[in-house]
């Protein structure tokens, strides 16, 4: 496979020893990999599997243009993300990115490899996801669907949408003014979740790579593209992950091989009913616009009134999962 890869590691072996060898089975001619250090007051656990790690990168035997950015001092994870796209794309047009704990199949490679090429002039398209937590059979004709989300869990992009990523979210305080966000999906759940999770970004209180790229994405009015079927498997989620350590029931979730069409959807434009199942289902939108309506109510005073609610919460939440998408 001529299409080159990036691949992002850090300190978990029991989780990249699966990367690798998915990237074993297609073979890519061109890997960039790079490999972020735990800091010096780190433990000696983390110091081991680090060097676990290294150990299995340098167990790739296949022919290759291999190259290696090892860190010389610890990156933040975003400052890590932030610098190896960055060197990434000085080097290449177009790509894939995985992380230590993304789990691709055979045919996330031959899809970002063929809709790269289809889309690669096509501004409007952000990404090509890898993700899509559904496997459906009623796209006959069509391999993938087109979507708000720029969902992050393997995916493939171009250097021009890479130059249009807004660090400093320039235009969030307009946007955020004007409801803007309304656009994008008219949905309140929606904008209440996102000017929350966009407010934390902008200000600078965390930095994650994500929410920013999914900002400039919406500012921009891109699209990404998803597949009908779930191409990549996450197995990172839970107590050693960076960021998703609480388990949700799609963490492991099995992936389906999809047999690639060369049709295409005859018009570009999202899929709303997915994107809206994306906000009840992975995002949990509308369960944390209703509980902040409910938490100004004064009845919520009394302590023995929220402890009932939050409990019927949780009970309800996970049987919105039942209804999927019709796509």
């Known amino acids: 496979m001529n299409i080159a890869v990036l691949l992002l590691l850090y300190k978990r072996p029991e989780t990249t020893v699966h990367v690798i060898n998915a990237l074993k089975k297609v073979k890519p001619k061109f890997i960039y990999i790079s490999l972020n250090i735990p800091t010096g007051s780190a433990s000696h656990e983390d110091h081991e599997n680090y060097k676990k790690v290294l150990k299995l990168v340098r167990e790739i035997n296949w022919k290759c243009d ?118 994008t999906i008219n949905d309140k759940g929606f904008l209440y979740f996102w000017t929350k999770k966009f407010d934390v970004q902008y200000k600078n209180n965390l930095k994650h790579w994500d929410e920013r790229w999914l900002y400039s994405n919406w500012k921009n009015n891109k699209l990404s593209i998803i597949p009908k079927k779930h191409l990549v498997k996450n197995i990172g989620i839970g107590a050693s992950a960076t960021h998703t350590k609480t388990k949700q029931w799609y963490s492991n979730l099995e992936t389906h091989e999809m047999q690639y069409k060369d049709k295409h959807p005859k018009k570009i434009f999202a899929n709303l009913e997915y994107d809206k199942w994306l906000n009840i289902n992975v995002f949990g939108t509308n369960f944390l616009y209703i509980r902040q309506k409910i938490i100004k109510n004064k009845i919520i005073k009394n302590k023995l009134i929220f402890s009932m609610i939050k409990l019927v919460y949780k009970i309800v939440k996970p049987f919105y999962r039942l209804k999927k998408p019709s796509y």
């Open 66 to 183: 291999l190259k290696i950015k090892k860190r010389k001092k610890h990156l933040s994870s975003y400052n890590s993300y932030k610098s190896a796209i960055k060197w990434f794309f000085e080097n290449e047009k177009e790509g894939i990115i995985l992380e230590d704990d993304t789990v691709p199949n055979k045919s996330f490679f031959i899809f970002c490899k063929k809709l790269l090429k289809k889309y690669k002039n096509n501004k409007q398209i952000a990404q090509i996801c890898g993700t899509s937590f559904v496997n459906r059979k009623k796209i006959i004709n069509e391999n993938y669907i087109f979507s708000n989300y720029s969902l992050g869990w393997g995916y493939a992009t171009w250097r021009r949408s890479v130059n249009d990523y807004d660090e400093k979210m320039k235009g969030w305080l307009e946007i955020k003014r004007k409801k803007s966000l309304l656009k």
